[in-house]
């Protein structure tokens, strides 16, 4: 049986475009999938996301049980603050009808906060991981979601968002700049060398922060867009041991982790410091 069209994707209709052909897409009923005049055509899953990317893809993205940590995890509220100085960068650039990609969006975490503080604004979240876009898909009421690639040129028309987010996830800063207005917000969050520094050091199998990333960040960004703001969010917040297992099983660490570094005879820290930058960069 057919999927049906999701209510949030159709504000975002008129924002896509073809991978293969770039024409627009339109819904397609009869088969639950968008389809453009060329006749290339784009599945509706029954979890409610579209499958846009096709071909071989650069990566899977997170798997099933790093997407359940990470929703775990999320739900505690402990990167709250990250959540809403993210939120709070993003809304100064969405007019009352605006849209918002979040690029490498997860679970639709981050893309949910920014649209609770936009009541009148869409959201697209975009990512590799299918397991992942079954959250994201049912994130916001306002948000849809679709399977895609940060390194293949988006499927959106040109000037498409207001505010792209990009939240601990890779880059494509040429593509971020063709898809945002004149006017728009890049939204940036990236960790610090601090962050989670108990827990790095607890467990060596963590992946390290280079301390060189945030010089490449902006060597690759400064063609494209000059930073307006840039607020620290630093604290320390507690955890229980559940809590940190499933902090290291949502990031990239996990893939890196045996069975020993999580046995329950490894001691884990009490409480952990959260250190994020934020940026919200204007286009040159």
Same mark, same amino acid.
């Given at each position: 049986?057919?999927?049906?069209?999701?209510?949030?994707?159709?504000?975002?209709?008129?924002?896509?475009?073809?991978?293969?052909?770039?024409?627009?897409?339109?819904?397609?009923?009869?088969?639950?999938?968008?389809?453009? /005049?060329?006749?290339?055509?784009?599945?509706?899953?029954?979890?409610?996301? #579209?499958?846009?990317?096709?071909?071989?893809?650069?990566?899977?993205?997170?798997?099933?049980?790093?997407?359940?940590?990470?929703?775990?995890?999320?739900?505690?509220?402990?990167?709250?603050?990250?959540?809403?100085?993210?939120?709070?960068?993003?809304?100064?650039?969405?007019?009352?009808?605006?849209?918002? #990609?979040?690029?490498?969006?997860?679970?639709?975490?981050?893309?949910?906060?920014?649209?609770?503080?936009?009541?009148?604004?869409?959201?697209?979240?975009?990512?590799?991981?299918?397991?992942?876009?079954?959250?994201?898909?049912?994130?916001?009421?306002?948000?849809?979601?679709?399977?895609?690639?940060?390194?293949?040129?988006?499927?959106?028309?040109?000037?498409?968002?207001?505010?792209?987010?990009?939240?601990?996830?890779?880059?494509?800063?040429?593509?971020?700049?063709?898809?945002?207005?004149?006017?728009?917000?890049?939204?940036?969050?990236?960790?610090?060398?601090?962050?989670?520094?108990?827990?790095?050091?607890?467990? /060596?199998?963590?992946?390290?922060?280079?301390?060189?990333?945030?010089?490449?960040?902006?060597?690759?960004?400064?063609?494209?867009?000059?930073?307006?703001?840039?607020?620290?969010?630093?604290?320390?917040?507690?955890?229980?041991? /559940?809590?940190?297992?499933?902090?290291?099983?949502?990031?990239?660490?996990?893939?890196?982790?045996?069975?020993?570094?999580?046995?329950?005879?490894?001691?884990?820290?009490?409480?952990?410091?959260?250190?994020?930058?934020?940026?919200?960069?204007?286009?040159?």
């Amino acid at each position: 049986m057919p999927v049906p069209l999701r209510p949030a994707l159709e504000p975002l209709l008129d924002l896509l475009r073809c991978p293969t052909c770039q024409a627009r897409l339109r819904p397609d009923p009869g088969r639950g999938a968008l389809r453009c /005049p060329a006749g290339h055509t784009f599945d509706i899953a029954r979890h409610g996301y #579209v499958g846009l990317l096709t071909g071989a893809r650069a990566t899977s993205g997170d798997d099933a049980d790093m997407v359940r940590a990470r929703d775990r995890f999320l739900a505690t509220g402990k990167y709250g603050p990250v959540r809403r100085t993210v939120a709070r960068l993003a809304a100064g650039a969405v007019p009352g009808q605006g849209a918002v #990609v979040d690029v490498g969006c997860g679970t639709g975490h981050y893309l949910a906060g920014v649209l609770d503080h936009l009541p009148g604004a869409h959201g697209l979240g975009l990512d590799t991981a299918a397991r992942a876009l079954r959250s994201a898909a049912r994130a916001h009421a306002r948000a849809a979601a679709a399977t895609w690639d940060v390194f293949r040129p988006f499927p959106l028309r040109d000037g498409a968002a207001d505010v792209v987010l990009n939240v601990f996830a890779p880059r494509n800063p040429s593509e971020f700049h063709r898809v945002l207005r004149p006017t728009g917000r890049l939204v940036v969050a990236r960790p610090t060398g601090r962050h989670l520094a108990e827990l790095r050091g607890r467990v /060596p199998a963590m992946v390290t922060i280079d301390p060189a990333k945030e010089r490449r960040l902006h060597r690759a960004l400064d063609p494209f867009f000059e930073a307006a703001v840039t607020e620290r969010v630093e604290y320390v917040t507690p955890l229980t041991r /559940p809590e940190a297992l499933d902090l290291m099983g949502m990031t990239p660490s996990a893939r890196h982790l045996s069975r020993a570094d999580t046995d329950d005879g490894v001691p884990l820290p009490e409480r952990v410091t959260v250190s994020v930058l934020v940026t919200a960069y204007e286009p040159r």
